[in-house]
């Protein structure tokens, strides 16, 4: 079979960009996307490809490219699941806020309802594909819902997991180190399998294009995110130790990622990872490996978001005991908010965490970020209910103009690393600062000689001659 007519249930970070380059890479395959939320897709619309919902390198050239050719944006959501012999399923899947699993297992109740509606809508045999990341064994939950609708229509369930980085999704989108796609090992699964092999074979190598089993398919997820957060937990847990003995992180990671075994990317030490993935697929790892009883497989794992929580924690506890043990009333300027540079997306970032435990201490924070709005500051910190939003906003303000940002502060906190902040004039922000001027830099990203010699006195994470 020939996949002709795709439809995405899910028009964010993942369903977007995905499906933007299917459908200039195949300009054969009709694809829309679909999502509940009326404003997201009035967005994707939108004509100014400024206002799309989702900011990534080169996105708005491809949307620019197929859309009303062979790529749609929709909320008619019935009816682009009738029409289409493909659906993927790239719907959230949050960390559960209650009941059993809270704060660990990911919420289905997305993909439940996704699988209800195909379920009800389908009159022709269709593929099923999972986008999201899932626990392992979703794509059997996803199946007997589907089965059991009576009338007779046959799905075949692939877990074909999104790779892409945010920030860099088109790029891995158009060259990606591999595809993994997982089908049932039956005639019918490996026809399906082979349907979204030929799909992704328009533009990558077909020797980058693996097929295996469902549950090595999404456990290989899972596990590809686990792996990367422990590199940077565990560069981390080295930066502490380098900033108590001389010794520079950068250094380390330099000399370490010169082995062949160990490879030089992912070592960056920060403030700590953030993104909508890494700890939600970890905890989600730790859920399923307690659930089977695996205590030590769940431990283990666990430690990776430990030492990232005490990153983040010990970042904003250093700026508290370098500005003389108190923050109360004092001017702190953020430049970033985004979990990483080139994206708008907030999810999880280390900033949240800094803000909130400042706040705690009565600190004023001014937030300057060249991608994200206000309302996304505001509604990040009222999701965390630590305080009234009254009080957010009186603590905290958002300005459009770095330089105004940074006026009267008595410290500077680099949460995201941005390029634009290495090309700011340094001198000019010092000149109109509190004095002593602190810089704390959580991604090394400034040249901390030169600030040195303005006057500043620096912070920089990993490096053993911290003024501390
Ligand atoms: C190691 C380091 O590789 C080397 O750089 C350092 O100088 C000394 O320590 P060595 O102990 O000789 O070298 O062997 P190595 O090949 O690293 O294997 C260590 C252990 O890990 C062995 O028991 C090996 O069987 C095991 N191992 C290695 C695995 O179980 N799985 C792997 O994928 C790799
Ligand atoms: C990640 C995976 O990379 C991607 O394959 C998966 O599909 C989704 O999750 P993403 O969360 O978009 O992608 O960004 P990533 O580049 O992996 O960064 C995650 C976090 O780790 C960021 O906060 C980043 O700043 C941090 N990070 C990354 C470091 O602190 N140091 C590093 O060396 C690399
Ligand atoms: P991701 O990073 O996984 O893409 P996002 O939150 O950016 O996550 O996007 C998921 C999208 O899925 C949201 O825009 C949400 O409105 C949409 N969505 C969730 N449930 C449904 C549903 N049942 N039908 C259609 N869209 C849905």
């Known amino acids: 079979m020939k996949i002709k007519s795709i439809c995405c249930i899910g028009a964010g970070y993942v369903g977007g960009p995905t ?46 490219d197929a859309r009303g050719r062979n790529l749609f944006f929709s909320t008619n959501v019935d009816a682009a699941i009738d029409e289409a012999d493909t659906i993927f399923i790239s719907v959230n899947t949050p960390t559960k806020t209650y009941g059993k699993g809270k704060g660990m297992a990911a919420d289905l109740k997305y993909i439940e309802l996704c699988a209800r509606q195909i379920a009800r809508v389908a009159k022709e045999d269709k593929i099923v594909v999972e986008k999201s990341t899932l626990p392992v064994r979703t794509a059997s939950a996803i199946k007997s819902i589907l089965d059991n609708t009576g009338n007779g229509v046959q799905f075949q369930i692939l877990s074909n997991p999104e790779f892409l980085a945010e920030g860099t999704a088109i790029e891995d989108l158009l060259k990606p180190d591999r595809v993994l796609i997982g089908g049932e090992m039956t005639a019918e699964g490996e026809k399906a399998m082979q349907a979204l092999v030929d799909l992704y074979a328009s533009w990558v190598n077909r020797d980058h294009i693996l097929t295996t089993n469902v549950w090595s398919s999404e456990l290989s997820k899972l596990t590809a995110n686990a792996f990367l957060a422990q590199r940077v937990s565990s560069i981390n847990a ?7 003995t001389g010794a520079n992180v950068a250094e380390v990671s330099k000399a370490i990622g010169m082995d062949s075994r160990i490879g030089p990317k992912f070592l960056s030490s920060s403030v700590g990872f953030g993104g909508s993935c890494f700890q939600k697929d970890i905890l989600n790892l730790v859920y399923i490996a307690k659930s089977y009883g695996l205590d030590e497989v769940a431990n283990y794992w666990e430690q990776v978001v430990l030492m990232n929580n005490h990153q983040k924690n010990r970042f904003s506890d250093n700026i508290i005991n370098t500005l003389y043990n108190t923050v109360s009333g004092k001017k702190i300027t953020f430049l970033g908010w985004a979990f990483k540079k080139d994206t ?53 303000k958002v300005e459009k103009d770095p330089y105004l940002a940074m006026k009267d502060a008595h410290a500077i906190a680099i949460l995201t690393e941005w390029d634009e902040f290495k090309a700011y004039n340094w001198q000019k922000i010092y000149d109109h600062m509190l004095k002593p001027a602190f810089i704390f830099d959580g991604r090394r990203l400034l040249d901390h000689e030169m600030l040195k010699s303005i006057g500043f006195e620096c912070y920089e994470i990993g490096t053993g001659n911290a003024s501390q």
């Open 344 to 396: 708008n997306d907030t999810r999880e970032s280390a900033a949240i965490t800094v803000a909130d435990n400042l706040l705690n201490e009565h600190a004023k924070i001014t937030v300057y970020d060249p991608k994200v709005s206000e309302e996304q500051i505001f509604s990040d910190l009222e999701y965390l209910n630590s305080r009234d939003p009254k009080q957010n906003r009186a603590l905290l």
């Open 19 to 64: 499906m933007a380059v299917i459908a200039q890479k195949c300009p054969n395959v009709k694809v829309t996307v679909v999502d509940i939320n009326e404003a997201r897709i009035a967005a994707w619309n939108n004509e100014d490809l400024s206002k799309l919902p989702v900011y990534e390198p080169g996105l708005d050239a491809i949307v620019k």
């Open 238 to 244: 080295m930066s502490e130790i380098c900033e108590k």
